[in-house]
């Protein structure tokens, strides 16, 4: 059917200043048959080059969000900046989402079976993202940042097991911090066209990569 969309598996989206809590707030929420989200989890060379590794703070997710780093030291030219054309834009949310079928094994195995699943899914976003940081990952500098340069990324990334309706929904929020790790130690702003651009081929790269997983672990087809 000419009117039919490919399955996207990776939808992206704007985050607005104050949204962290969207997102820290997961953990209190239930987990299919379980209770409790998992916690965030700090992804990126980006992060690792921040000092950032491990479960993801609240206090310096926050403080990410507007441009400083968790000690509150600016690191961008608009940090904490709420109104006007230098408006803080704190970054996207890059969502992956295993398909239907395997959401559906998922809430149907024992918790060791669950892990299994959790753990292909982990690892295909992992490989989604690295992508995305080799292929994507650009922010500017120079005089009206005519110039573009390489940058590595930091990523806050949520899984959660349900739908809004509470159905089982294996899925994960990358949060795409709106800063970018430069070669001369600089942080600056990335720029979000070509993270757009790569969307598909980088959904495409997880949906794969879930795939062997999946078969690997588990046998899957």
């Known amino acids: 059917c000419r009117y039919a969309r490919p399955l996207e598996m990776l939808s992206i989206c704007h985050m607005s200043l104050g949204s962290e809590q969207y997102y ?36 310096a997710l926050k403080e990410l969000f507007n441009g400083y780093d968790p000690e509150g030291k600016a690191l ?15 970054g996207w949310d890059l969502t992956f989402s295993a398909p239907k079928s395997v959401s ?37 500098r120079g005089k009206g940042g005519v110039q573009r340069v390489e940058a590595k990324l930091a990523v ?26 430069c070669s001369d130690g600089r942080v600056r702003s990335l720029v979000s066209k070509p993270v757009y651009q790569n969307k598909m081929l980088a959904g495409a790269i997880y949906r794969l990569e879930l795939a062997r997983q999946l078969s690997h672990t588990l046998g899957l087809r």
């Open 24 to 59: 820290l707030t997961l953990a209190a929420e239930d987990y299919y048959l379980q209770g409790g989200e998992p916690p965030g989890r700090w992804m990126g060379s980006g992060a690792s080059a921040m000092g950032l590794a491990g479960e993801v703070d609240a206090k």
């Open 76 to 90: 961008v030219r608009n940090a904490g900046v709420t109104t006007g054309k230098l408006r803080r834009k704190p």
């Open 104 to 140: 559906l094994i998922w809430s149907q195995l024992d918790r060791h079976g669950r892990r299994k699943i959790q753990a292909a899914h982990q690892a295909a976003v992992e490989r989604a993202i690295a992508f995305i940081e080799q292929q994507a990952a650009l922010s500017r």
């Open 156 to 181: 806050a990334a949520f899984q959660h097991g349900t739908s809004r309706a509470l159905d089982p929904q294996l899925h994960t929020h990358c949060l795409l911090l709106n800063l970018g790790v």
